[in-house]
């Protein structure tokens, strides 16, 4: 059973940054698909960003030009730096494989203050 650990979140100004982090447990990690999805109250789970196990890159238009989505494989590790951030871009993130995905983390909050 893969876990997936979401960090990084927090408090932040409109315009600023924050970088999250995605652990991976388990051995097959480097042989998926990642992405980063968000939830805003009330709304659905949005897919936000991908990234190829050979490291190709796909953004929603949402996201494109400010977010970027990279990973670690010998860290188990999936990142989203982003930048220029909204109040729209505040939500609940999480990652997961593209597709077989596993068993949801716990997410990390982000809040863009106006």
């Known amino acids: 059973q893969v876990h997936l650990v979401e960090s990084g979140g927090g408090l932040v100004q409109a315009g600023g940054s924050l970088r999250l982090s995605c652990a991976a447990s388990g051995s097959v990690f480097s042989t998926k698909d990642m992405g980063w999805y968000r939830q805003a109250p009330g709304k659905r789970r949005e897919f936000v960003a991908r990234i190829s196990a050979g490291g190709s890159t796909i953004y929603d238009y949402s996201v494109k030009g400010r977010f970027t989505i990279s990973r670690d494989n010998a860290k188990n590790t999936v990142y989203l730096k982003m930048n220029s951030l909204k109040s729209e871009d505040t939500a609940v993130y999480y990652c997961?494989?593209?597709?077989?995905?596993?068993?949801w983390g716990q997410g990390t909050q982000v809040t863009v203050s106006a």
């Open positions: 997961n494989a593209i597709t077989n995905l596993w068993p």
